[in-house]
C-alpha cells in the first residue's frame, strides 16, 4: 500500500495532466443540470463554477441546476432520470455516481467481496440504462464527471473505514472513464486528482483531508478544488479578469486585456485613467458553509493555483519614481505600494476593498442565498424518491405521507432531518414559490454582475 502511495505521491503532476482533456466551455443560454449523490446535493462545486460564470462572462447568462440526492447510488438515479434530470430541459448534463454503489459496513460482511463484486455487477447494468436514455437525447451535451475520492489514508479519524471501498471505486470509476471514452462524452476528473492532493498533504500531515467530516464528504475548499479542476479542464485557466499595462512616463498604454482604458493623466507625481473591464474578480469566501462543515472556501487556496490561473486582474504601472504611491479607485483609497510593486504588477482581484471586488461580493451572496432556497427543493426530492416512492406515496404530499413520515422519523435520521422542510415544501404553492424566489435572484444577479467604469489613481503617498 505505502508503494502505492509513493507512486500516486511521484505523479502528482501527471495526474493533473487530464486538463489536456478539454470539455467545451458552457455558452450563452446553456442550461446546465448537475446530477450526482449527496457530494452534488449538499455540495457547493456547482454553485462555485456558477459563480465564476457569472462574475467572469457578466453578459452570457447560464443556468446550472442541482440534480443531486444524498445517498443514490445510480440506481436510484435511474429511477429519478427522466422525472428529475431531464425535466429540466437541459443543454448540457453533468453525471457523477459510485460513492454509494462501492458500499460502507457492507464491506465488513463475511461475503464482503462477492456481495459487492454482484453489486457492482448491477450498477453497471443500471448505468447501461441511464448511458441509453442520454444516447437518446443527441441535443444534450453529456459530461461524466469522475468522483471526488473515498479518503481511505487520512488519520484524523479511525472511523469510517471500510477495507477495499478504495479498491473497487478506482475501479467504477475506470469503467466509467471508458465508457464516456466510447462514447465521445466530455470527462471532467475530480477523483485522480484530489487523490493525489491527499496524499501530497497528508504527507506533510497526516491528519489531512480534503473531506475532513466523515472521508466522503468534501468541506468547501474541496469544492472549490472541484471547480477549479471543472474549471481548467473547459480551458478557461488563464482568461484573465483583466490585464492592464501603463508607462507613466509616457502616459501610454501598453496593454489593456479583457479592459477599456480611457482618458489617461499624468502629473509629476500620480497618474490617473478610466478603467471599465469586461469581468469581476472572483469573490473567494471567508465562511464556512453549509450544515457540518468547518472549512472555508479561501482554504483551497493554499491546495490548488487558482488565484494564478482563474483570478488574476492586473495592474502593471512602469515609469513611477521611487517611492510609495497610493492606489485610489473612485477617489477612495485601497491600499499601497512601493513603485516597484506597481512596476512588477498588482493584482487587484486580491483586494476585496476594491468597487469591483465589492460589486462582486453581491453577487456570491445572492447566489448564496439562491444555493439555500435550491437545497429546500433538493430536500423535497430527497423526501419523494428516497422514502416516499418505497411506501407507494410518491409526489402524494397528503396527511397520509406526512403521517407516515412522522411515524417512520422517530427512528430514521435520514427521515428525520427532512421532516421539517417536508412539512412547507410537500405544499405546491410554497415549492412554487420558492421557485420564483430563486428566478427573482437569478434576474438580480444578471442585472447588478455588469462592470462599471472606474476612475483608478496611482498617487504618491504622502
Not at 449527496?38 to 440534480?67: A, E, K, Q
Amino acid at each position: 500500500m505505502k508503494k502505492i502511495f509513493t507512486i500516486l505521491l511521484i505523479n502528482l503532476a501527471a495526474c493533473f495532466s487530464i486538463y489536456a482533456q478539454t470539455v467545451a466551455p458552457f455558452k450563452a443560454g446553456d442550461r446546465v443540470a448537475f446530477v450526482g449523490n449527496s457530494i452534488t446535493d449538499g455540495g457547493h462545486y456547482h454553485s462555485y463554477i456558477w459563480l465564476y460564470y457569472m462574475t467572469h462572462f457578466p453578459n452570457m447568462r447560464i443556468t446550472c441546476f442541482n440534480v443531486g440526492i444524498g445517498g443514490d447510488a445510480i440506481g436510484q438515479i435511474n429511477t429519478r432520470f427522466d422525472d428529475d434530470a431531464l425535466s429540466k430541459n437541459p443543454t448540457v448534463l453533468t453525471l457523477t455516481w459510485g460513492m454509494n454503489d462501492t458500499g460502507y459496513f457492507e464491506w465488513y460482511r463475511a461475503d464482503a467481496q462477492d456481495f459487492m463484486d454482484k453489486r457492482i455487477g448491477d450498477s453497471y447494468k443500471t448505468y447501461a440504462l441511464v448511458e441509453d436514455k442520454l444516447k437518446q437525447r443527441p441535443e444534450i451535451r453529456k459530461i461524466i464527471i469522475l468522483g471526488s475520492p473515498y479518503d481511505e489514508t487520512t488519520k484524523f479519524t479511525t472511523k469510517n473505514i471500510y477495507p477495499k471501498k478504495t479498491a473497487l471505486f478506482s475501479k467504477v470509476i475506470d469503467f466509467q472513464q471508458d465508457a464516456a471514452k466510447k462514447n465521445n462524452w466530455g470527462i471532467v476528473d475530480f477523483y485522480h486528482p484530489m487523490t493525489a492532493i491527499n496524499l501530497r498533504e497528508q504527507a506533510k500531515d497526516t491528519t489531512f483531508s480534503l473531506a475532513p467530516n466523515d472521508r466522503v464528504h468534501p468541506d468547501n475548499d474541496g469544492h472549490l478544488v472541484m471547480a477549479y479542476l471543472f474549471l481548467k479542464t473547459q480551458g478557461l485557466d488563464n482568461k484573465a479578469v483583466a490585464d492592464i499595462a501603463i508607462n507613466a512616463e509616457s502616459k501610454k498604454v501598453t496593454k489593456s486585456v479583457n479592459c477599456r482604458i480611457s482618458n489617461v493623466m499624468a502629473s509629476a507625481d500620480s497618474l490617473s485613467f478610466n478603467y471599465l473591464a469586461n469581468s469581476l474578480p472572483y469573490p473567494i469566501d471567508t465562511i464556512p458553509r453549509s450544515w457540518g462543515n468547518k472549512k472555508k472556501q479561501a482554504d483551497a487556496l493554499k491546495l490548488v493555483p487558482f488565484t494564478k490561473e482563474f483570478n488574476q486582474e492586473i495592474l502593471t504601472v512602469k515609469g513611477l519614481k521611487a517611492g510609495n504611491y497610493n492606489l485610489m479607485i473612485d477617489g477612495e483609497r485601497i491600499a499601497t505600494y512601493a513603485a516597484q510593486n506597481f512596476s512588477d504588477g498588482v493584482n487587484m482581484a486580491e483586494l476585496t476593498r476594491t468597487p469591483q471586488y465589492q460589486q462582486a461580493i453581491q453577487i456570491r451572496e445572492l447566489n448564496e442565498e439562491r444555493w439555500e432556497i435550491e437545497r429546500r427543493l433538493r430536500m423535497y426530492m430527497w423526501m419523494e424518491y428516497d422514502f416516499l416512492k418505497g411506501k407507494n406515496m410518491l409526489y402524494k404530499d397528503n396527511n397520509a405521507a406526512m403521517d407516515t413520515i412522522s411515524k417512520y422519523a422517530v427512528k430514521d435520521v435520514f427521515v428525520n432531518g427532512n421532516k421539517d422542510n417536508y412539512t412547507r415544501a410537500r405544499y405546491k404553492s410554497v415549492r412554487e414559490t420558492w421557485q420564483k424566489e430563486m428566478n427573482v435572484i437569478i434576474d438580480e444577479i444578471y442585472a447588478i454582475n455588469k462592470p462599471q467604469t472606474h476612475r483608478i489613481t496611482i498617487a504618491a503617498a504622502k
